[in-house]
Each structure stands twice: as structure tokens, then as C-alpha cells.
């Protein structure tokens, strides 16, 4: 029988793709070491710089592959308007090839200040190309998940930073930023290939008016949701750098990436299950949308909170092998409990976008965008440490997903006060986060007794951890559970 499952375990395509996401991250962290030793530090500021500018312009790719998902999953009964759907589509992507390639020539023409102080020069062009690819990837994967296409996506996903890896070992200097951008226009054009020979989007018909405007509505709307979102993160890393020394800098800075790469795991779960999500949560069906509303947040919520109390309770033997981060640690207890906060608008917020919402769930993050920066700069200014600088992110998040059940809640006729207070949080859980965020920043020298939270936390939620667990189980047998 114990064979059996682990067999099952193997044959997983869940398994594999959470798994890839794993050792893609560890092969990026091995790889960067190796790249700042061959590049040097000149022309590893360039590298780095040229990464920042592929973040930014991929970033800007105005929700096209987002827009698709949805209205793929929405209209999978028609697969003949959802033909015309990725076409047009594809039509929109080939549109935002536009502005990048214009910036190029601009830069290659007149020049930008900032592209010349890193002596970019004819790289200007790899660059463009390389986001243009990502866009392109971008639409294909997004598409691809709706088909249940896994295993192209773990090959799109995974092959850069292999690339990466093995560029490391061939040159070195100003050869191996060369090398280093030809690898990763072929690492992306590979998969285009890929995407392109599987036949999975149609690529004839014509443009429909209709159609390419309900499209670029429906992504301009997302992207401002995705680009808050970022801004966030962005903003408040940047107040940090800013008002604290370098080195305090330094100490958030890899808080928040191990307390990111923690949270990876369900990311990348919640990234797979998304078309289910939005084909569970569709239509005019009440009833039935409340009920795929709770079981979504009794399966992802829950799971979560016991991986927090899980990281939590072995986190100071972490930091004790790592000492020269020691002072990492309390900052990163707090950014992992404040990203544990968003999770409580998980499953609203899926319906506010299967409802086709995504104007005023655009609205919404950005109001948390407005008051996160608010938040933070009064708290740095009012002397607050470091770490306790986060507690801004975390009172926005807390809003932001009140304010998101709320909505959500009065939008599927839920209009009463004390069911308001009820779906938000489940009491054990909310006494549970309360009492352990008054212990992270009054009392964070009894860290070494989280273990007994972590304890407690399991008894109480026993019951729920063995349905959790069957679950898992289901989820490793059927997998085809999650397809649309």
C-alpha cells in the first residue's frame, strides 16, 4: 500500500511542479554566488542592472495572459470563442511589443542616461528581446494552465536558471555577461518553440473588436491589481533602505526573501489551482459559490497557519547555524506573519475575479498601496526599529483583506455584520495570531518556546489537520481533481 502512494507521489504532476519550483530557486541562489565571482564587481553591477530593467519591463506586460485565463475558464464551454479568445489575445501581446522596442530605439538614438552610465550599449537589444520573449512565455503559460499543461511550464520555468548555472563555467568578465544574455534569449525562445509545436492556441482567425477591448479592459485592470501589489513590496523596501543604514538594509532584505521563499511553496500550489478557483467560483449559483468559498479557505488557511507555527518553532535553530544574520531573525518572524496575514482574503478574492470585479479589486489594492506608505513612513518617523517598520505592511494587509472579504461578502448577499466578523477569521486562529504577534514584538527573547505553540496549535486543530491530510492524500492520488 505504502508503495502504492509513493508511486502515485512520483507520478505526480503537482508533486514535480512544487518540486522544480524548489530546486529552481536553489540552483538561482548557487548560480548567483558563482556569477559575482567570475563576473567581478563591474560587470556584475551591469548584469544586475540588466536584470532590473528585464523585472521592470516583463512586469509591464498589462495582464494579458491573466485577462485570458479568466475568460478561457469562464467560457470553457465554447471552445470555439475560446479560440478567438487566444488569438486575440496573442493579437494584444504582439501590441505591447511596442513600447519596449521604441524605448530601445529612442535609447539607441537619442540615448538614456541611466542605460549609458551602465554601458549597456547593443545589449539594449538582448534586453528587448528578452522581455518580449517573456511576454510571449507569459501568454503561453497562463494559457497552458488552463489546459492542464504542466509539464511545458516546469520546462519554461526551469530552464533559464539551468542555463544560468552552466554559463558560469564557460567565461568569465565581459565574455560571460556576452554569453549570459544569449543563454537567456534561448531559454526563453526554446520553450516558445515548445508552446508553439504543441498547438494549444489558434493561431488564425481575424481581429474582433469586441473581443481584443473586453481583453485589454479585463488585463489593464489586473496588471494595476498585480502592479500594486509589487509597488508594496517595493515601496517598502525602499522606505527601509532609505531611512535605516546599509547593513540594517542588508538584515531586511534577506528576511524578506527567506520569508518569500517559505511562502513559495503554497504560491506555487495557489498558481496551479487558479483556473479551478475561477471555474468554481463563476456564475450566479450562491449556494454553491459560498460553499467552494469555505472549502477553499478550510484547505488553504488552515495548512498555511500550521506552516507558519511549523517555521516558526524552528527558526531560531536556523538563525543559530547562520549567525551572521542572527539579527535577521526577528524581522523575518514578522514579514512571514504579515504575509500570512493576506491569506485571510484567499477564495474572496478569487471570486471578486471570476465575478469579473477586477476594476474594484484594482481599486482596493491600491488604496492598501496608499496606506502601506502612509503607515510606513510614520512609523519610521515615530523611532520605531527596524524590524518593527513592517508592522506598517501588516496593518495595511489586515485592511486590505477585511476590506476584500467585505466587498466580496456584500457582492454574494452575505449583508449582515456578525457574518462579517465570522468569515473574516475563525476565532481560534485570530486568538492564536494575536497572542503569538504580542509575543514576536514584546517578549521575541522566548522565541525557543514557539515549539509549544506550534504543539498547542496542533492539538487544537487536530481535527482539521487529519482532514488536511486525507486531502493531501486525495490531491496525490487524483490529481486530475484540479483540472478545468
Known amino acids: 500500500m505504502k508503495l502504492d502512494f509513493f508511486i502515485a507521489v512520483f507520478k505526480n504532476k503537482i508533486f514535480w511542479y512544487l518540486t522544480s519550483r524548489y530546486m529552481v530557486l536553489g540552483i538561482q541562489f548557487l548560480a548567483s554566488i558563482f ?52 488569438f486575440n489575445s496573442l493579437l494584444l501581446v504582439l501590441l505591447t511589443f511596442l513600447p519596449p522596442v521604441l524605448i530601445a530605439g529612442y535609447d539607441r538614438i537619442i540615448g538614456i542616461p541611466v542605460l549609458a552610465k551602465y554601458h549597456l550599449g547593443n545589449l539594449i537589444y538582448a534586453v528587448t528581446a528578452i522581455v518580449l520573449l517573456q511576454y510571449v512565455c507569459n501568454f503561453f503559460i497562463n494559457v497552458f494552465r488552463v ?95 532609505y531611512f535605516y543604514s546599509v547593513q540594517e538594509f542588508g538584515y531586511f532584505a534577506f528576511a524578506f526573501a527567506l520569508a518569500q521563499g517559505i511562502m513559495l511553496l503554497l504560491d506555487s500550489l495557489i498558481f496551479l489551482l487558479f ?93 492598501a498601496l496608499v496606506l502601506n506608505n502612509i503607515l510606513i513612513f510614520l512609523l519610521i518617523k515615530s523611532g520605531c526599529s527596524m524590524e518593527l517598520s513592517i508592522l506598517g505592511t501588516l496593518i495595511t494587509y489586515v485592511f486590505y483583506s477585511i476590506g476584500v472579504n467585505c466587498y466580496a461578502l456584500f457582492c454574494i448577499g452575505e449583508r449582515n455584520f456578525k457574518t462579517y466578523i465570522k468569515k473574516n477569521m475563525p476565532l481560534t486562529l485570530a486568538v492564536f495570531d494575536i497572542s503569538t504577534l504580542f509575543t514576536m514584538i514584546f517578549f521575541p527573547e522566548i522565541s525557543k518556546y514557539f515549539v509549544l505553540i506550534l504543539l498547542l496549535f496542533s492539538i487544537v486543530h487536530r481535527s482539521g489537520i487529519a482532514e488536511l491530510l486525507q486531502g493531501v492524500k486525495t490531491l496525490i492520488k487524483k490529481e486530475q481533481i484540479i483540472n478545468v
Not at 511550464?153 to 568578465?173: E, K, N, R, T, Y
Not at 537567456?184 to 481575424?206: D, E, H, M, N, W
Not at 547555524?321 to 504575509?339: E, H, K, M, N
Request: include cysteine; proline fraction near 3%.
Open 35 to 86: 556569477l559575482a565571482v567570475k563576473l567581478g564587481a563591474y560587470y556584475f553591477g551591469i548584469w544586475s542592472f540588466i536584470l532590473l530593467l528585464v523585472n521592470i519591463g516583463s512586469s509591464c506586460n498589462w495582464g494579458i495572459g491573466s485577462a485570458a485565463t479568466i475568460l478561457l475558464v469562464q467560457n470553457k464551454e465554447d471552445q470555439s470563442l475560446c479560440s478567438r479568445y487566444t
Open 147 to 241: 489546459k492542464n499543461r504542466i509539464v511545458e511550464i516546469i520546462i519554461q520555468q526551469s530552464l533559464w536558471p539551468v542555463c544560468m548555472l552552466l554559463a558560469v563555467f564557460f567565461a568569465q568578465g565581459k565574455n560571460l555577461l556576452t554569453l549570459l544574455t544569449v543563454s537567456y534569449i534561448a531559454a526563453l525562445l526554446i520553450p516558445v518553440i515548445i508552446f508553439i509545436s504543441k498547438k494549444q492556441v489558434c493561431f488564425t482567425g481575424k481581429p474582433e473588436k469586441t473581443l481584443i477591448k473586453e481583453i485589454a479592459s479585463k488585463g489593464f485592470f489586473l496588471f494595476l491589481y498585480n502592479a500594486c501589489f509589487l509597488f508594496i513590496v517595493l515601496t517598502t523596501k525602499l522606505q527601509v533602505s
Open 275 to 367: 483556473p479551478k478557483m475561477i471555474d468554481m467560483l463563476k456564475g450566479n449559483d450562491t449556494q454553491k459559490i459560498i460553499a467552494g468559498i469555505d472549502l477553499l479557505r478550510k484547505n488553504y488557511i488552515l495548512p498555511l497557519h500550521l506552516l507558519f507555527y511549523t517555521v516558526l518553532a524552528v527558526s531560531p535553530l536556523f538563525f543559530y547555524f547562520l549567525p551572521q544574520y542572527a539579527q535577521s531573525y526577528r524581522p523575518f518572524v514578522l514579514i512571514l506573519f504579515t504575509l500570512l496575514m493576506y491569506s485571510h482574503c484567499f477564495g474572496y478574492n478569487s471570486y471578486l475575479l471570476a465575478q469579473n470585479k477586477e476594476k474594484e479589486f484594482a481599486g482596493i489594492v491600491f488604496c
